[in-house]
């Protein structure tokens, strides 16, 4: 059987420039530089040229090069990349909202794209008219969307508020009513972008899984766009990864959520816990930029498994180019599954003003906090309310172990990002209890 | 939840195993593919919905106010070109003569100022899902046509009134003659409505253009006056009509809703023969646009 989706080598190049208004003068200049082309005087252009080949051309840049794979029926395909890597852009080209420049996709199925929920919803318009719209716009007929009205506004939970215009919905109230319509979808390939990010978590969990079943039990093949580790891991049964508009790899979603760990982190890494950046390419702006990120246990040796028992230390080594005040550095810790366990910052320790030089800042965090789980850490600097001088990025991770002697103390799977030790005691109240030990 | 699946009417038709969606850039310069507009037919159905539901929702006049606007359109010109400025109607009454003609430049209008600002209307739309993005320019021109309905009616309803009191009106078979006049504004509206939004689709001047250009039109074309103003005399103003397609198709309207003016047969061949080659122009120009739109919204 020929696979449901097969796509060679895609490209897309974008003309920088050309994105807003273009001038008049910009297309005439661009006419006659193509006529000049076509008479010989300049090298002879090769669209179907592979691309890369071509020389280049300082106002493009290639969103997405050389793309390749392919799905079969039933099968569930995330992708993962960075922000930026050419994931959208992949997407919009496979729902057809865009052309590739070079390269083609055959699809075999009917198909539908969820880039947001509720596309084309008029607030004027009652819920009920609005199912209709959208699930149109979608790709529907309206004899299936007839067929499952009543299926969707009970998956939505709004009966008694169908007829009332969504203008008057509450935010929560429209979300599930555009992400009902879309999970009634029934194309042979669903294309989905990180629509997901949006709605309380609850309905996201019956959405994922009202859409897990259809491609296990009805064959259709999706694809899936998201930062959500966790959902990627449980949902998908293959994942890809872009970086640089180039699919770098191909395979089970624990190998790949292993690399895309991998390659959020800058170059010059010497494993996870340790990250120096070299002066031209390191985070940061004219006013600061980081040097070193690093975990260190209690002895001071870098490390990246820890210990429930043991505190974990962050050291961020940075350098000061100019005076700057005000400036607070924080962290972001999450479950490799993108599970947020915490955010910290220094506003209470930092110093109001720093003179230009070299510096550390160190924080710990105490044993006995987080779970046992791997937890990929964002450090970033800013001025609170003015600016931001290093934006957020996740370059750390680490495990936490179940190794040293608190082992016992942590059953494993233990639910919770966090499972700090807490103080619980037994008391007996009357004399005839006792606790013995 | 496990709802058994019911088999929903109609029969659900097996996907042909040949269905095959390619992608690739496309080349060629006529980009339609008709099938899949007819695939698409039932939104084309629920966004002319869509256009009437919205406009008047929240209003108290409610569809009302689709008559409203070409009954003071011709109350002013009444009291402006027909009474200050003294301009004569051909022996008809003036509010029925006014009211005629604005029946198919309304609809004109409307139809180029909408289908005008397809992409900048709907940029959000079009980044976000594919459908055929030709249902929409066609969806407005169709959705228009409700307003121009009620239009006829009050026009036949003053038509019986002035008829009651006396005034010589015309109710015959001619009549049916407005149904092609009808063809070839529909055509020509959407061809140009097709040639603005694909041009302001990348320079936006032309949509700061267009209603001016719109007013413009409406005094090249015997709205206010009587087709004969142009014709008649020396000629020498006669190639006005003759340039402009919806200078026959108005004073045809005039002769077959109140048999008064004149039949220009040679006149409407080239009109609709010109709305048919813009009509085709808009759409190839169309399936051009809509190629890269996205990428520059």
Partial sequence: ?437 | MAIPELQTSPPAKPEPPDYEIHIEARTGWLRVDWREFWEYRDLLFVLVRRDFLAKYKQTVLGPLWFIVQPLLNTLVFTIVFNKVAGIATDGIPPLLFYLCALLPWGYFAQNVTTGAATFTTNAHLFGKVYFPRLIVPVSSVISNLFALGLQFVVFFVFAAWFGLRGDAVYFGPAILLSLPLLLITAALSLGLSLLISSSTAKYRDLSHLTPILIQLWMFATPVIYPLSKLTGGDGSWAWIAWMNPMAPVVEGFRYSLLGRGTWQGAMLGVSAIASVIILFLGIVAFGRAERTVTDSA
């Fill in chain 1, 1 to 437: 059987m020929k696979p449901r989706v097969e796509v060679e080598s895609l490209s897309k190049l974008y003309r920088l420039g050309s994105i807003g208004a273009t001038t008049v003068r910009d297309t005439l200049e661009r006419i006659t530089s193509r006529f000049r082309r076509s008479t010989g005087t300049q090298q002879k252009k090769t669209p179907t040229a592979p691309p890369g080949r071509q020389g280049p051309q300082p106002d493009t840049f290639w969103a997405i090069r050389d793309i390749s794979f392919s799905a079969k029926a039933g099968e569930i395909i995330g992708i993962v990349g960075r922000n930026g890597a050419g994931k959208s852009t992949l997407l919009k080209i496979l729902s057809r909202i865009t052309e590739p420049t070079s390269g083609r996709a055959i699809l075999r199925g009917r198909l539908a794209s969820l880039l947001e929920v509720g596309t084309g919803f008029h607030p004027d318009l009652t819920g009920r008219e609005n199912v209709f719209l959208n699930g149109t716009i979608l790709g529907m007929k309206r004899w299936e969307i007839s067929a499952r009205f009543d299926e969707i506004v009970a998956f939505a939970e709004i009966e008694q508020f169908i007829d009332t215009p969504v203008k008057h919905y509450s935010s929560g109230m429209f979300v599930r009513l555009a992400f009902a319509v879309a999970a009634h979808l029934e194309p042979e390939i669903l294309f989905i972008d990180e629509v997901l990010a949006v709605g309380d978590a609850g309905f996201q969990k019956k959405c994922l899984g009202k859409m897990g079943e259809v491609a296990s039990q009805q064959g259709r093949t999706v694809f899936f766009v998201s930062h959500n580790m966790g959902a990627v891991r449980s949902l998908c049964d293959e994942a890809i990864l872009i970086h640089d508009g180039r699919l770098t790899r191909q395979g089970k979603p624990d190998e790949i959520i292993r690399e895309y760990l991998s390659v959020t982190t800058p170059s010059e890494t010497t494993g996870l816990s340790d990250i120096s950046w070299k002066d031209g390419d390191a985070p940061g702006n004219d006013d600061i930029a980081l040097e070193r990120v690093r975990l260190v246990g209690d002895d001071g040796d870098t490390l990246e498994v820890f210990a429930a028992d043991e505190p974990i230390g962050i050291e961020i080594h940075y350098h000061v180019k100019r005076r700057i005040q005000g400036n607070r550095f924080h962290m972001v810790l999450r479950t490799q599954e993108g599970e947020l366990a915490f955010a910290a910052t220094d506003h209470l320790y930092q110093p109001e003003s720093q003179l230009p030089g070299h510096y550390r800042t160190k924080c710990t965090i105490p044993a006995r906090l987080l779970n046992l789980r791997t937890y990929v850490m964002a450090v970033g600097c800013g001025i609170p309310g003015v600016r931001w001088l290093i934006p957020d990025r996740e370059c750390l991770s680490f495990t936490v172990s179940g190794i040293g002697n608190q082992a016992s103390h942590y059953p494993e799977n233990w639910p919770g990002v966090v499972c700090p030790a807490i103080d619980w005691k037994v008391e007996a109240m009357e004399p005839s209890a006792a606790i013995s030990s």
